[in-house]
């Protein structure tokens, strides 16, 4: 057992698993914050001569599914 401010007492492995899912959520969030930072702004000509090019995506969701990897890695 630990004892945590306040009086509380905790066994071990739950504030070994209390500490693991807090980095979790803070690695989370600075990986999210890191991805917003490099992707490189677009302004809203750029961006309609990017669909005139291009076209704009499909509605349809079921077609693609994106999911990021642990290494950050693409699925579809």
Do not use: N, T
């Not at 009086?7 to 980095?23: C, D, H, P």
């Not at 349809?60 to 994106?66: A, K, L, M, R, T």
């Amino acid at each position: 057992m630990a004892l945590l401010p306040g009086g509380y007492f905790v066994e071990i492995q739950e504030l070994k698993a209390l500490i693991k899912e807090s980095v979790r959520e803070v690695i989370r969030e600075e990986r999210l914050s890191l991805c917003q930072a490099l992707i490189p702004y677009v302004s809203d000509e750029e961006q309609q001569e990017i669909e005139a090019e291009f076209g704009l995506p499909d509605d349809d969701e079921d077609e693609w599914v994106h999911r990021i990897g642990a290494r950050g890695d693409i699925y579809k």
